[in-house]
């Protein structure tokens, strides 16, 4: 029994000091905002008797029937994983204690993060399966997880929402309506110099901090999330901060370190297929685990062309033979877009691709990011050798190509036969006499 009771104890401790349950603040908003985020309500059967029938943390809905929130919200006062009759769901709610026009939904299965850590709140993250998929519309919506690490870089503003404590310290005091506040990312070092350094800030955590403002006691397990390119991801889900609220940073579990985990437990939407694309053949690329939309729209991007597309896959190719670059497709439906990076056309070998090491009048040029396609080298315009399989070096005897010379100047160009065919070439160039290195240019304004 004094086991159990210090276990609780220390529980307590955890909600009082380091658990998200609010935003200071920040600003009234509506769920039609943030379709995604849900209520995570204690039951009649809940663990700790004096929060049953209350709001406990907030969450994502990430896939039809699922949602995304923080492991310590699924924990028990004795370190286990909550049963499930002990929470339920509520979606498309801007009044905390709606009970009535949004989506209510019973839990039949809760997945803790396995190396989920208690004390210094490592790998706080957890997912729960509810009983029957989510109508979507314009108050209940799933979120795009994460897919770049850049999402979350240091100075990106991030949204936090959720209907915690409206205050730092004193008496508990819960946002009757959805709360949201915009906050900017800062380094991890920034965070542990902050803070008093009783849990550390890692690599695996992001932190947010703005004077005055913060992520206080109800919002654990809430939504943090960033515009890329016009869409909306999920970047974290709210753990910890120390007291006082309001100048401490607010720490979120990092969901970019944890893709696999989470897409090994859920079936999560995305676009199938691979790079590069050329302008022949054509490409097919199909959407995965979109839970059979009746309306899919497409888009590329203007160095691609849509053969044809349906609900469920879509065809093209580049816009032209020379079509090269960076490129993407996005398919719009249910209310979200989901987005695949491509490369089109053969990659254009950027001048930074090379490395060079003069040893006049000898001349050794390296190819780096070797990826076995045919390479072909010329000087002067004059085709020096053509490397099968890829050769990613060349020596050459600068003295053997003197009688080439133009204006005292030598031009090495190099171009790689990739899948879609030629590459443009890329040069450099040098002193006849010397070997010196002189500047490297692409395209070559002369020739291309």
């Not at 070439?425 to 002193?431: A, D, G, K, L, S």
Request: hydrophobic share 35%; net charge neutral; aromatic share 8%.
């Amino acid at each position: 029994m004094k086991q159990k009771l210090l276990i609780f104890g220390i529980f307590l401790i955890y909600l009082s000091s380091f658990a998200q349950q609010g935003i200071i603040g920040g600003n009234i908003t509506t769920i039609q905002e943030n379709p995604w985020q849900v209520s995570i309500r204690a039951t009649n059967n809940y663990n700790v008797v004096d929060l049953r029938n209350q709001h406990l943390c907030g969450g994502s809905i990430i896939a039809p029937n699922w949602i995304l929130t923080a492991a310590h919200c699924v924990t028990n006062v004795n370190g286990g994983i909550i049963n499930v009759n002990e929470i339920t769901i509520a979606a498309g709610i801007t009044q905390r204690t709606d009970n009535i026009n949004g989506q209510y939904r019973n839990v039949i299965q809760i997945i803790r993060h396995p190396n989920y850590n208690p004390i210094n709140l490592a790998n706080d993250v957890a997912l729960i399966l509810v009983n029957a998929n989510f109508n979507y519309n314009i108050n209940v919506r799933q979120i795009l997880l994460t897919n770049s690490l850049s999402q979350s870089s240091v100075g990106t503003i991030g949204r936090v929402t959720g209907w915690g404590d409206t205050t730092s310290g004193g008496v508990y005091t819960p946002a009757a309506q959805l709360q949201t506040l915009n906050l900017p990312i800062i380094s991890t070092i920034q965070a542990n110099n902050l803070n008093t350094g009783n849990i550390p800030v890692t690599n695996s955590m992001i932190p947010l901090f703005q004077t005055g403002v913060g992520v206080a006691p109800g919002d654990s397990g809430g939504p943090l999330t960033v515009l890329d390119n016009g869409i909306r991801y999920l970047i974290g889900c709210s753990s910890w901060g120390e007291f006082p609220k309001d100048n401490k940073p607010t720490i979120y579990t990092d969901l970019y370190d944890y893709r696999t985990w989470i897409s090994n437990n859920v079936p999560l939407p995305d676009i199938i297929g691979t790079s590069p694309i050329c302008f022949s053949p054509n490409k097919i690329f199909n959407l995965s685990n979109a839970n059979n939309p009746s309306t899919v729209s497409w888009q590329v991007s203007s160095n691609l062309q849509i053969i044809n597309s349906s609900n469920s896959n879509i065809t093209i190719r580049a816009l032209s033979s020379s079509t090269n670059g960076s490129g993407f497709i996005l398919a719009t439906f249910n209310g979200i877009t989901v987005r695949k990076d491509v490369q089109v056309g053969t990659q254009n070998l950027g001048i930074d691709n090379y490395m060079i090491m003069d040893e006049t009048p000898e001349l050794t040029v390296e190819k780096k990011n070797a990826n076995g396609y045919n390479l072909e080298w010329r000087i002067n315009g004059v085709l020096v050798t053509s490397n099968q399989g890829g050769t990613t070096w060349m020596r050459f005897n600068l003295n053997n190509y003197n009688y080439l010379c133009t204006n005292g100047k030598l031009t090495l160009a190099m171009r790689e036969n990739g899948p879609c065919g030629w590459s443009n070439y890329v040069y450099r160039q040098y002193n006849c006499s010397s070997g010196e290195y002189l500047y490297n240019y692409s395209p070559n304004p002369a020739t291309d």
